[in-house]
């Protein structure tokens, strides 16, 4: 749950997107003053290029020897009176300064740099920048080279935008203008910030939907998204919000599914409690009575009934003996504390070792056992010991549960290995010719186990066991419904 205090998305790209705003207008403005500033230097350049060339063709600047002193301050006070932002200036060829009309004290320069110079008669393009005599920065000019007698004597130099223009050009920079170009970049920036805003607030409608339905799937459960058509309205988007909100349906689906999962685990594992602490009430409660009779009636029963009592007594012993054994074997399988050891070897071998074990329980009651093994069977990769114990609880189901005469089955068959139904590996049947496996037992077979006394067929910890190893082999078992047959189980191993 999000705090009081807590910025929300919406919020955080606001901010992100009026500063990202203000900053693009500040770099606009700044883009825009500077061209303006250019454009109007490369105006007034190209407007009075030719003014130094002008002014170094009057003849009256030069007398025989040098400068017309007298002529030189006259013409730069008639420029400077008729055009007061420019500036004239008469350099040495070596860019010092020999003539000026600046007034006293604004002279901050005693030589200019020749480099721009040569750039601007060389035909650099505008605008070209160079040195301003009174230090008010880079400003641009229009320079000539003048020549007396055919000698080169230095240069005229013209600042075009000189202090005086500077100055009022300040002035003016706090003027109605500039303010109303600041207000006009200010509204302008203010109209894209609350069309921003509006922007977002549709753009992050879906993902508040998304968290209100997050947020009612964690007080509600899955119930929530029965009556969401928000959420349902997220979903049928294409976007990556769209993908975003099928994702978080498919999650919660999952989820709901992993709970029914658990819970139906949950009601298995209380069943098979049940189950079991009725299978071992029976034959403790058997074992009980039998041993109480023998200490009451010793005297009273002859060598028979005693032996009698003491077989039935050591039967039911052993049934408790195994159905603990048959549980905590269930209990390593379900933890992993056993894994398969894996080896190659020939099942056919394995079943006539199995069968070896069955034969005198077989003979006794009169059973059958038959081998069905197809010619060119492969190896199988499996724990050995764990797939001789599959065959032995399958065998042994089968022979208890069916009747003298009988017929018990074991098919070894080419096909589909493994649970993912892959061409190749071994196939196993077990069939039988008992009453086979009751409707209501055969969805609970695997599962949990039959009670003892029901009189039922059911599978016991058995077949619990003989799914849980074949799970660990990458495989499982199924019960096949054949017509005419007792109970057929079918797995396959690779």
């Not at 030719?50 to 009256?60: D, P, Q, R, S």
């Not at 034959?283 to 060598?303: C, I, N, V």
């Not at 080896?343 to 081998?371: G, H, S």
């Amino acid at each position: 749950m999000k705090s009081p205090g807590a910025w929300t998305l919406s919020r955080r790209l606001s901010l992100v997107f009026a500063v990202l705003l203000l900053a693009c207008s500040g770099v606009s403005a700044w883009l825009q003053m500077a061209s303006s500033a250019r454009h109007e230097r490369e105006v007034t350049q190209r407007l009075s290029l030719g003014l130094a060339a002008h002014i170094a063709g009057n003849a009256e600047l030069m007398q025989r020897g040098g400068l017309n002193t007298a002529a030189v301050r006259d013409l730069f006070d008639k420029l400077m009176a008729v055009n007061p932002s420019v500036e004239v200036y008469l350099l040495d060829p070596q860019g010092r300064i020999v003539a000026q009309a600046a007034p006293p004290g604004h002279l901050k320069l005693e030589r200019v740099d020749l480099a721009p110079v040569r750039s601007l008669l060389a035909g650099a393009p505008l605008p070209v920048l160079g040195d301003d005599p009174r230090g008010m920065g880079p400003k641009v000019f229009s320079a000539a080279p003048l020549q007396v007698d055919g000698r080169d004597a230095g240069y005229v130099y013209v600042v075009l935008s000189g202090e005086d223009r500077a100055a009022i050009s300040a002035r003016l920079a706090a003027g109605s203008a500039l303010r109303t170009t600041l207000w006009s970049m200010a509204v302008v920036a203010l109209l894209g910030l609350v069309a921003g805003l509006v922007a977002f607030r549709f753009i992050t409608r879906p993902l508040r939907q998304l968290t209100g339905a997050v947020q009612e799937f964690e007080r509600d459960g899955i119930a929530a998204l029965g009556h969401a058509p928000a959420l349902d309205a997220v979903a049928r988007r294409t976007d990556e919000i769209g993908v975003l909100g099928q994702a978080f349906v498919q999650m919660a689906q999952r989820i709901d599914a992993q709970w029914k999962a658990l819970t139906a685990q949950d009601q298995q594992r209380r069943e098979l409690f049940a189950n079991i602490s009725h299978d071992l009430r029976t034959p403790l409660t058997s074992l009980h009575g039998y041993l109480e009779t023998l200490r009451m009636k010793a005297d009273l029963l002859d060598a028979g009934e005693r032996a009698r009592y003491l077989d039935i007594a050591l039967g039911q012993s052993r049934k408790v003996g195994r159905l603990a054994q048959e549980l905590f074997e269930l209990a390593r399988l379900e933890y992993g504390v056993v894994q398969p050891e894996k080896e190659r070897f020939a099942l056919a071998d394995l079943v006539q070792d199995v069968f070896q074990k069955f034969e005198l329980a077989a003979e006794a009651r009169r059973q059958r056992l038959v081998a069905d093994i197809a010619p060119g069977l492969p190896v199988v990769h499996a724990d050995l010991g764990m797939i001789e114990r599959v065959l032995t609880n399958l065998l042994d189901n089968a022979i208890r549960h069916t009747p003298e005469g009988g017929e018990i089955a074991v098919r070894l068959l080419h096909g589909a290995g493994g649970a993912q139904g892959g061409v190749g590996g071994v196939q196993v049947e077990v069939a039988d010719t008992g009453p086979g496996i009751p409707r209501e037992l055969q969805p609970v077979l695997f599962t949990r186990p039959a009670f003892a006394g029901s009189g039922a067929r059911g599978g016991g910890l058995g077949l619990m066991i003989v799914r849980r190893i074949l799970q660990l082999h990458g495989s499982d078992i199924r019960l096949e419904p054949r017509a005419g047959a007792g109970a057929v189980f079918r797995f396959g191993l690779e």
